[in-house]
C-alpha cells in the first residue's frame, strides 16, 4: 500500500544504488516523448523570445525553468557613448519580442539615462553593468540589483553579449546562460 503523495520512487534506505539507477533510467526513458501540444507551445515561446527552438530547449533543460527576459549588454546592442541610438536590425529584434523582461547593462562610459533617453521604450530598463575590474561577488551583486526591482529569478534570465567578460558576468550571476550577441541577432527564427 502506497501513502498519500508518494511517488513510488526508489527507497531512500541502505543499499538502493540498483534500484535508484532503475529509476532513474525508466524516469529518463520516459523524458524525450513529449507531448505534441508542449511542443508546439515550447516552439511558440522560442519564438516569442526571438531564440531558435535549440537554443530554447537546451537553455530550458539546463535550468529546468523558461526563459522570462534578457539582460542585453550595451555592447550587445551595439549602442556606445557617442552613438547610443541602437541600430535597426538590434530594435526591431527587440520590438518584435514578447512576454519577457529585457534589461540592458550598459557599460561605461555610457550611462543609462542616456541610453533610455536615445532609445525610450526598447527596453524596460537599463543599469549599469558591472565594472570591468569588478571582483566576483561585486560582478553577482550587480547583475542581481538588475534583477531586483522587478524580483526576477536569475536562472530565469538570459544574458545577451558580446565580450568574454560578458559571458562571465552570466555565470557570477547564476543566470539560466550566455548568448553571444552575433548568435542571437543573426538567427532565423
Same mark, same amino acid.
Given at each position: 500500500m502506497t501513502s498519500s503523495g508518494h511517488n513510488n520512487g526508489p527507497s531512500l534506505g541502505?543499499?538502493?544504488s540498483w534500484r535508484k539507477y532503475c529509476w532513474t533510467k525508466a524516469r529518463a526513458d520516459l523524458m524525450p516523448h513529449l507531448p505534441i501540444e508542449i511542443l508546439r507551445n515550447r516552439v511558440k515561446r522560442?519564438?516569442?523570445?526571438?531564440?531558435?527552438?535549440?537554443t530554447y530547449a537546451s537553455v530550458r533543460a539546463s535550468t529546468g525553468h523558461d526563459?522570462?527576459?534578457f539582460l542585453f549588454s &550595451? @555592447?550587445?546592442l551595439r549602442a556606445f557613448k557617442h552613438h547610443p541610438k541602437l541600430p535597426p536590425d538590434r530594435s526591431v529584434k527587440l520590438a518584435a519580442l514578447k512576454d519577457c523582461k529585457r534589461i540592458a547593462l550598459v557599460v &561605461? !562610459?555610457?550611462?543609462?539615462d542616456a541610453f533610455l533617453a536615445a @532609445? !525610450? &521604450?526598447?527596453?524596460?530598463? =537599463?543599469?549599469?553593468? !558591472?565594472e570591468a575590474h569588478a571582483g566576483w561577488s561585486a560582478t553577482r551583486n550587480a547583475i542581481h540589483a538588475s534583477l531586483a526591482p522587478d524580483k526576477l529569478p536569475a536562472?530565469?534570465?538570459?544574458l545577451i553579449g558580446d565580450t568574454t567578460l560578458e559571458r562571465e558576468w552570466s555565470t557570477a550571476g547564476r543566470l539560466a546562460g550566455y548568448?553571444? =550577441?552575433d548568435r542571437y541577432f543573426n538567427q532565423s527564427v
Amino acid at each position: 500500500m502506497t501513502s498519500s503523495g508518494h511517488n513510488n520512487g526508489p527507497s531512500l534506505g541502505r543499499r538502493t544504488s540498483w534500484r535508484k539507477y532503475c529509476w532513474t533510467k525508466a524516469r529518463a526513458d520516459l523524458m524525450p516523448h513529449l507531448p505534441i501540444e508542449i511542443l508546439r507551445n515550447r516552439v511558440k515561446r522560442a519564438k516569442e523570445l526571438g531564440l531558435e527552438y535549440k537554443t530554447y530547449a537546451s537553455v530550458r533543460a539546463s535550468t529546468g525553468h523558461d526563459v522570462i527576459g534578457f539582460l542585453f549588454s &550595451s @555592447n550587445a546592442l551595439r549602442a556606445f557613448k557617442h552613438h547610443p541610438k541602437l541600430p535597426p536590425d538590434r530594435s526591431v529584434k527587440l520590438a518584435a519580442l514578447k512576454d519577457c523582461k529585457r534589461i540592458a547593462l550598459v557599460v &561605461s !562610459p555610457l550611462t543609462p539615462d542616456a541610453f533610455l533617453a536615445a @532609445n !525610450p &521604450s526598447t527596453l524596460l530598463g =537599463a543599469v549599469r553593468a !558591472p565594472e570591468a575590474h569588478a571582483g566576483w561577488s561585486a560582478t553577482r551583486n550587480a547583475i542581481h540589483a538588475s534583477l531586483a526591482p522587478d524580483k526576477l529569478p536569475a536562472d530565469g534570465i538570459l544574458l545577451i553579449g558580446d565580450t568574454t567578460l560578458e559571458r562571465e558576468w552570466s555565470t557570477a550571476g547564476r543566470l539560466a546562460g550566455y548568448l553571444p =550577441a552575433d548568435r542571437y541577432f543573426n538567427q532565423s527564427v
